[in-house]
C-alpha cells in the first residue's frame, strides 16, 4: 500500500520488510529514447538513433504521478510516447519529408504533443526540451542523398556564382550610368560657361559700340557747335565794307599789269574787253 505522504533528503526510519521507498527526482532530468523505428508513408523504415526529452516533475505532484504511474512514470509517459508520436509522424509524410523538408520541426512538433498529453494525464510532468538526432536511413538512400546535396551545392554555388557576376555587371551598369551622368553635368556646366562668355561678349561689345557711338555723337556735336559758331562769326564779320575789301584783294591777286611807254596808265584785264599791247611794252602777270 502507498503511503499518503512523500519525504524529503535526510534522516528517515522504516520497518524491514515492511517498509520500502522509491526516489524519484524532482530536478530537471533527460530521457534518452533510442532505437526508435519510423516508417514513412511510402513504406520505407528508418530509425532515429536517440531523441532525448529534458522534462521536470513538481514535488507537490510526485505523490499523484507515481500512484497512477509508479516510480517509474517516464516509462509509460514519456518512452512510450515519444515511439507513439514519432509513428503516428512518420505514417504521415514521406521519406524526403522526415529526412529533409520537416526535419527541424520535429523536435517542436514532439514537444507540443507530448506536452498536451502530459497536461491532462500528469500536469505536474513539464517537458522542458526535445532534442532529435538524424535518423538512420537505407545505405543506398543515403548515398542518394548525399549525390543530392552535391548538386544542391554545386547549384548553390553557381547561383551565388551567378548573383555576383550579376552584381558585378550591375555595380559596373552603375558606374558606367555614373560617369555619364558626370561628362553630361561637365557638358552642361561647359555649355552654360560658353554662352556666359558669348553673352559677356555681347555685352561688352554693346558697350564699345555704345561708347563708340556716343563718341561720334560728341564729335559730330562739337564739329556742329564749332561750325554754327563759324557761321554766326561770319555773321557778324561779313560787313559790306569788309566784302568790299575783300573783293579789291581778291582783284589784285588774279590781275595782270601793263607797263610801258604807249600806255599812261594801267588798267586791268577785267574792265576791257580786248587789250592791245605793243612790242616795247612790257607786261608782269601778279598772283597770289
Known amino acids: 500500500e502507498l ?14 520488510f515492511i517498509t520500502t521507498f522509491k526516489s524519484v ?24 538513433d536517440r531523441i532525448e526529452v529534458v522534462n521536470i516533475l513538481r514535488s507537490d505532484y510526485v505523490l499523484d504521478v507515481v500512484k497512477n504511474f509508479t516510480a517509474d512514470y517516464d516509462k509509460p509517459l514519456i518512452f512510450d510516447k515519444v515511439h507513439h508520436e514519432v509513428n503516428q509522424f512518420c505514417s504521415t509524410q514521406n521519406l524526403h519529408s ?3 523538408d520537416l526535419f527541424d520541426q520535429i523536435d517542436e512538433n514532439l514537444k507540443t504533443a507530448l506536452q498536451k498529453d502530459l497536461n491532462e494525464m500528469a500536469p505536474g510532468l513539464h517537458i522542458v526540451a526535445v532534442r532529435v538526432t538524424k535518423p538512420k536511413i537505407p545505405e543506398a538512400i543515403r548515398r542518394n542523398y548525399e549525390l543530392m546535396e552535391a548538386e544542391r551545392t554545386k547549384l548553390l554555388i553557381a547561383t551565388e556564382k ?4 550579376e552584381k558585378e555587371a550591375e555595380t559596373e551598369r552603375k558606374r558606367a550610368v555614373i560617369e555619364a551622368e558626370k561628362q553630361a553635368q561637365v557638358a552642361n556646366i561647359s555649355y552654360a560657361q560658353k554662352i556666359m562668355e558669348k553673352e559677356s561678349m555681347q555685352k561688352m561689345s554693346a558697350i564699345e559700340d555704345a561708347t563708340i557711338l556716343a563718341r561720334k555723337k560728341s564729335a559730330a556735336d562739337a564739329e556742329f557747335y564749332a561750325a554754327k559758331q563759324a557761321a554766326a562769326s561770319n555773321t ?18 588774279n590781275t595782270k599789269m ?3 611807254p604807249s600806255i599812261p596808265k594801267y588798267i586791268t584785264e577785267n574792265n576791257l574787253p580786248f587789250t592791245s599791247t605793243t612790242p616795247d611794252d612790257e607786261t608782269f602777270d601778279q598772283g597770289a
Open 3 to 16: 503511503l499518503h505522504s512523500t519525504a524529503l533528503p535526510g534522516y528517515h526510519f522504516m520497518l524491514p
Open 25 to 48: 527526482q524532482v530536478t530537471t532530468q533527460t530521457d534518452e529514447v533510442k532505437d526508435i523505428p519510423c516508417g514513412t508513408s511510402g513504406g520505407v523504415m528508418i530509425y532515429f
Open 98 to 100: 522526415v529526412y529533409i
Open 162 to 165: 551567378q548573383k555576383v557576376i
Open 236 to 253: 557778324l564779320r561779313l560787313t559790306p565794307e569788309y566784302l568790299e575789301l575783300m573783293k579789291y584783294k581778291a582783284i589784285l591777286t
Open 258 to 260: 601793263y607797263f610801258g
